[in-house]
């Protein structure tokens, strides 16, 4: 690996906020966090972001980092239907799961206009509607444009950009402020992304689960609310 | 284990895809293209905050709920503030309406990222196959806010005499280039000081040959015009595309 690797122009469209995704309706337990008083300004919001880039930042780096190394070297379709299952195994709340999949149902529609390939369509062939980290995987790895370190990255980046965005959105926070508290996770985010690369050619049943019960909590606690009272994000 | 937990994913979106060990097999598509015969037009219905979009909704629902198949997408920022009136005027099957969450950005779910508008439109879709029109009633929003053509086929922009009469003048992309631009609540306009000669005379002007229609639903609560409207955006759709497929 070179010492300054070039940015894929896919890895920067998929993690820019404007892609067409699905990804703005989702604030990854923010919108619950601050009904709740957990979060109500950009100290707090800094603390959350790091939480979340640990737990569900971390696991869906593991499986995007994964799911490139496995396109990239091209596997049996059976392949992505094992991955996707150890990624459900691993996501024990079931509005998380919910959230995943439908960020990645619209990450693959929009994906299959942007970057085509065999890789992308046995995936939604075997699975019907993947993970989101895994879509991202295979659409950075199938090309070949994108490392398994580029794929991590970019989910372990969207995992706390979102939620930023929805803290500026629901609070009304100083913009700066919040990114200034994404781009503080510089190193964590690296240093994470690295690792999923390490164990991205494991077999999926021998990838690392990463445990954030906090954020389970947070998003069943979204669901319950949206049948009893206003929710602005999906999850 | 394994095959438990494949059955119950594809028991959740409601279409099965076999696991194929060969391969060089293409998997079926499950994505309706992007204009087919077999699926129903969509029509948008977009607004300023309290120009009458719910209102007019469910006056359609009830109009032409029992001469075409119909459902609806709401977007309101309250989530299901639209979906429950929509329920509660008994105008349509609660099963025929889908709420979706914006994030608090009603016009990026309806122009920039319609993924989960369409989400909701194909959810529809798979529940009811037979489909005539689908209305995807935006959550109240500013004059620029239009739908992509992505997810509208056609749209209807709806502005009231109470937001001003300077309204249709200010202009936008709404008021400039849907395809219907409905003024509302005319018979209130004497008692807001709304002068519909000048509103109307301006919506024409800003718009050349694209359709306006006054409309009070107080006096036609069937908004008889409107619905004339879409009945012809329904034909036109059908004779585009041919017989429909399903």
Known sequence: ?235 | MQAEHQHHVHGQNGHRHPVDFDPTAAGPDPFAPAASGSRPVRIGIGGPVGSGKTALTAALCRTLGSELELAVVTNDIYTTEDADFLRQAGVLDPGRIEAVQTGACPHTAIRDDITANLDAVERLQQRYASLDLVLVESGGDNLTAVFSRGLADVQVFVVDVAGGDKVPRKGGPGVTTADLLVVNKVDLAERVGADMAVMLADAHRMRGELAVLAQSLTEDPAASATADWVRRQVAEHRAAVGPSAE
């Open chain 1, 1 to 235: 690996m070179t010492a300054m690797p070039t940015v894929s122009l896919a890895t920067l469209a998929l993690a820019d906020s404007r892609f067409p995704g699905g990804g703005h309706a989702h604030s990854g337990g923010l919108e619950e966090a601050v009904h709740r008083g957990t979060v109500s300004g950009p100290e707090q919001l800094a603390e959350f972001l790091h939480g979340r880039l640990h737990g569900a930042g971390a696991q869906t780096a593991v499986f995007a980092a994964a799911a490139a190394h496995a396109a990239a070297r091209g596997v049996r379709p059976d392949h992505w239907s094992l991955l996707d299952a150890e990624l459900e195994a691993r996501t024990p709340s079931p509005a998380q799961r919910a959230a995943s999949r439908a960020q990645g149902r619209g990450t693959l529609r929009s994906g299959r206009a942007a970057w085509p390939s065999r890789a992308l369509d046995e995936l939604l062939a075997t699975t019907g509607s993947p993970h989101h980290p895994i879509v991202v995987g295979v659409l950075l790895g199938a090309g070949a444009s994108a490392s398994p370190t580029d794929a991590a990255s970019v989910v372990a980046y969207l995992s706390v950009s979102g939620p930023a965005s929805a803290a500026v959105r629901l609070l009304g926070l100083d913009p700066f402020a919040a990114n200034a508290a994404v781009t503080a996770l510089r190193a964590d985010t690296e240093r994470i992304a690295a690792e999923a690369a390490r164990t991205a050619g494991h077999r999926p049943e021998n990838l690392p689960g990463a445990s954030s019960p906090a954020l389970d909590l947070l998003a069943e606690q979204h669901q319950r609310h949206h049948r009893e009272e206003v929710r602005l994000f999906a999850s």
